[in-house]
């Protein structure tokens, strides 16, 4: 540590708490994300793994069958860190911790469970060993580089601002307590080194601009810029950045002596450093960078990016700054983002005052430091663009090279709303609300996400309110089920428990699969996952395990609502796709185990405009409130369509059958149609109190049927025991039949 940064040290502790708190929080990241669990992981780390085993740079081809893929082609200064620090372990086994979770939600944060890439079992668990030491020594490596660029930030306000420390701590406070940062910082990633290069090479700059201009300031950002792009190809954008200080300088002391012999010594110095990698590139690949074999290997953008679908990734860019865990598939609360947006909005107001003042001729003494500072936002999100031309990859961390430019204007824009004599407050104010979203993001939104499903002892088993007694060919029982919801709307989930018992230690992973079934028995939703969703296959089940898992089944297909759906549970062999046979309590088959059944309806009922409004009440339960015949006059052998309105006078614990008659006057019956309503797809028992059900029936009338005047007469009874509801009136029974208009026959 210089001097100058002990002096800072002494001077101003609160940097150091910062420090500590960010140390912490990327340590607790890295422990509670399992290993392969951040973006691209896998690749990195086997990066990384190659250097140490083989004492070499890998030259790719395409396909490349090296878990590192496509990662390989990156500059390799971060897995050469890597590997010096992790080369004693012994990593035979670190290709045994893939096994993939073949039903992951990869960038599908909306979608519940399977989250997990991979399948982690207790060789992952402390004391780590073998691979797993090495990934977690190696994310360390990565929290440390996030510290240093926590510590650059606030070693650059200090630079541009000298007098303003309640700036430079409010800077590193937004920098340090973004939860992504911490996300990624607690990941093998190169994305943390390059951002530590990046800083540093932004403070050196402005220490450049404020200094006399001298060879070893010039070496020194050389040296700086050549580490920079010896870690990611994004760093080579920042020797602009320091070609353009060194210009300022230049022109400030009018000195083109300056301007060329600084722009020398530092472009020598990033060649030195950083030109073999190129120079390799171009000779392997016909392209210094290696994009063009980066890009065969990961895969294109198969439509050209337009401007209207970029902007709808900007979204994505957005929460994947802030706060996107895993393989981008798990958010974080709304009211995370809704902090991050208003922090945002107010900070860019502020900025805009601070412009507006700027144009006014109100200059303030530090704008010339920002210049080139400035400068490197533009350049990324050059860069930023063209990679998505290219890649389906927008990704939030590809901008925090410049964290520490953001950080500061982030919170010189929020400062403008303070008063002047308060602002030593806000970095206190602003920093302790980031940290509690930052201690609450790993244990709220990651673990969870990754939890096993409680296993149950014997005696909660009778807690289950719906049991069953289901044997899968000797390897798994279902016990029961429990289902959430009674009512499922289109776009929503329903949530389903179920609870099993493994009979034996199992040598296969076998796949659940739930099922809703529509009006027709058609699939209109499926899920097919490993148990736990998709953390706990039972292959890891222990003989007499009890599981009590919850799944969620959606709706896929449009369908005529309301209807009764039925749900079907079932296994299969993931492999083979061979569905396990079903048998059930008295060992009898079972050709298909359904468990359940669901109303599916709009949330909003529709409102009807009911014709012939009437109101006939059956037995309390349900009334007749209207109704609608099309004929009313039919030939003899014609069809009667008939449409009856019906509303639930409170919730109904029965299915009934409605009878539509058409009789004459000694009741004998001419049409008739008998079934549950909407014809067996919405039994009563699913109705709602209030909710009114359009009912319609078609009623072929008998050939030869004598012309004349016929009555409607309908109904409802239970099927079971032939008893019909009574039809009240006042509160009195006066029948068990409702008649309606006159139907006239033709001959």
Known sequence: M????????????????????????????????????????????????????????????????????????????????????????????????????????????????????????????????????????????????????????????????????????????????????????????????????????????VRLMKA???????????????????????????????????????????????????????????????????????????????????????????????????LYEMEGFKTSFWALFGWFNLLAGPAIYRFFDLLTLVALLGLMGVIIKGLRGEHHPSFPYLSPLLLWLPILAISFYSWTAKTPATQGRLAFPAISVISLLLFWGLRQFVPRRHTKFLPLILGSTLLAMAVISPFRYIAPAYARPPLLSEEEVGSISHRLEVNYEGEIKLLGYDIQERVISPGEFLHITLYWQSLKVMERDYTVYLKLFGPHNEVIGQTDTYPGLGSYPTTLWQEGDIIKDTYALGIERRVELPFAAFIGVGLYETATLRDLAAYGGEGQAVDRVIIGQVKVARRRPPEYQVPNPLHFDLDNKVALVGYEIDPIRVKAGGTLHLTLYWQAQQEIDRDYTVFTHLIDEGNQIWAQKDNPPLGGNYPTSLWDAGEVVKDEYELRVKEGTPPGEYLLEVGMYLPSTGERLSVLERGKVVGDRILLGVVGVAP
């Open 212 to 310: 006399e201009p001298n060879w070893k300031g010039y070496l020194r950002l050389g040296l700086a810029l050549g580490l920079a792009a010896l870690t990611k190809l994004s760093g080579l954008g920042l020797v602009a950045v320091a070609l353009a200080g060194l210009l300022i300088v230049a022109i400030k002391r009018r000195s083109p002596r300056v301007l060329i012999e600084g722009a020398a010594i530092i472009l020598l110095s990033v060649l030195l450093i950083a030109g073999w990698w190129y120079l390799r590139n171009w000779n392997l690949y016909g392209d210094p960078t290696a994009l063009n074999i980066h890009l065969a290997i990961m895969g294109i953008r198969e439509r050209p990016l337009t401007l209207s679908r970029f």
């Open 2 to 205: 210089t001097g100058k940064i002990r002096a800072l040290w002494r001077e101003d502790w609160a940097i150091g708490l910062i420090l500590f708190a960010f140390i912490g929080l990327g340590v607790t990241y890295s422990l509670v994300t399992p290993i392969f669990e951040a973006p691209d992981e896998i690749q990195h780390y086997f990066y990384v793994q190659y250097l140490a085993d083989e004492r070499s740079l890998p030259a790719l081809t395409i396909p490349e069958e090296e878990p590192f893929q496509q990662e390989g082609s990156q500059p390799p200064l971060y897995y050469l860190l890597g590997a010096f620090a992790t080369f004693w372990i012994d990593t035979d086994d670190a290709l045994s911790l893939l096994s993939p979770n073949p039903y992951a939600n990869v960038g599908i944060p909306l979608a519940p469970g399977n989250k997990n890439v991979i399948i982690h079992t207790d060789r992952e668990a402390f004391p780590f060993r073998g691979a797993t030491l090495a990934i977690h020594l190696v994310r360390f490596l990565s929290v440390l580089l996030g510290a240093v660029t926590v510590l650059s930030t606030y070693l650059l306000a200090r630079e541009i601002f000298p007098q303003d420390r309640a700036l430079a701590l409010g800077a590193a406070s937004i920098n340090a307590f973004i939860p992504q940062f911490l996300f990624i910082s607690g990941a093998v990633n190169n994305d943390g080194a390059v951002t530590a290069a990046s800083s540093i090479v932004l403070l050196l700059v």
